[in-house]
């Protein structure tokens, strides 16, 4: 199949960005996303040019590397899959296909379509972990959790970590990043005893950042390639209201 | 002392502090939307019914002033949050997109600060309108608009103030951003307080356009039988 790509090109943080238009020929229709690119990339070398800078890793969906906003949409937009899963028959010969950076002032450009999302990590860095000793693995069943605990924590640690959530909000928020952290964390027993913290923490740590706020529209939930429920940022929004109520009263 | 005001600083000074702040001001003037639309109603039982009504709030005197005190706090609070909120969502994203796609957003939640600005201006304007009442001289000295023994004709400020089509007009024009106001905002309310749960969340979404509906169909209702002859 045959594509018009714009892609944004952007050489560093600072430099000003734009869409350049590239010719896509005879792409496979079975290539996925990121393999489209290398395909471009690679004529693009063989001409001398500097070939499209974008993010990736696994290539199988799971470690939240790939993000590219497509025609507008986070990972293209069709829900419980990432970039690197998406492919090209869902696309039509001829198409027009914009290609863009996940945008957020807290996400800034590296370069072209790769983001730098250490503002992730410093949200984990404000309570996304258990102090505890992590040497050897204890007995799994040591510690009973209820199946529907087990089953919630689960689903909201099924978060990669990707950062569409930020790039489909229409504010650029974190919510449902922080909130399937916290919901995975406060929700076992391993989590809980720094349960009131880490909400405080992780939600100063994105404020901080430079994120946007919740206006409850769940762009994010749609955009989502692991589809975390919306429930996850009603649940953070009660821890942290619960927390605040404990830290301003008790200290 | 000091400590704690700092603590309830700090709390308003983060992201959600400010939204619970936001949803807990929308409650208290959900409340004050249904107290004004059940005293409006009662024009439907006639003029004394809500001449009597209107003067039993002004006898209250000091609470009344009590009560429009808070209002007017909740009101300043609501939009000081929201403002403030909305100027921190547009510096998170200095870049737009080239090309934006909405997935799932409904039109009334983008909307929101539109249809609350609107809906502020129409409220300036509807208390200039009846209760300071300069717009349409209702207070004037010849006592058009006073009964017998002296209180205001609210039966006959209503009716004549909706006979003016541009009155009625931009009344039912803030109810209708009202109420796309509330159909996002009150299943919003339920979320921001940490109050909805995969299973109640359909109910407060139907709660939120269900008191959408009652409470700005219950106020058009009023304009709409002025401008019928239904009252006269």
Redo the contacts between chains.
Sequence with gaps: MNLTL?V?RQKNRNAP?H?AEYEARDIPVDASFLEMLDIVNERLIEKGEDPIAFDHDCREGICGMCSL?I???PHG?KGGVTSCQLHMREFEDGQTI?I?PF????FPVAKDLAVDRSAFDRIIQGGGYISVRTGSAPEANAAPIAKDVADRAFAAAACIGCGACVA?C????AMLFVAAKVTHLNSVPQGRPERDRRALGM??A??EA??????????C???CPKQI???A?????????RA?LK??LA? | MK??IL??L??Y????????VVALSALGLLGFLVGHLAGNLLIFKGPDAINAYAAQLHDLGGLLWVARIGLLVLVGVHIAATLQ?AA??R????????????????RS??L?VLSGLTILVFVIYHLLHFTVGNLHGFYDADGAYRLEDGRQNVYKMMVDGFRVWFNSGFYLLALGLLASHLS?GV??L?????????RT?PLFRLAGWGFAVVICGGFASIPVAVLAGLLK
């Excluded at chain 2, 000074?13 to 619970?20: E, Q």
């Design positions: 714009k944004w960005g869409l906003t025609n507008g949409k937009g914009v863009e945008r957020a002032r807290a489909a229409k504010n650029a928020s939600v100063r994105m404020d430079g994120f946007g706020n919740c206006t409850n529209q769940y762009e939930v749609a955009a429920p919306a429930e940022i009603a649940r953070l929004n009660r821890d942290f209201a605040s830290e301003t200290g | 400590s704690l603590a309830v700090r709390f000074a983060s992201s959600i502090g400010k939204k619970i909120l921190a969502n510096a998170a994203r200095p870049q737009e997109y080239v090309v934006s796609a909405t997935l799932r957003a409904t939640s983008r929101m996002h299943s919003s339920f979320q921001t307080l940490g109050l909805t749960t995969p969340r």
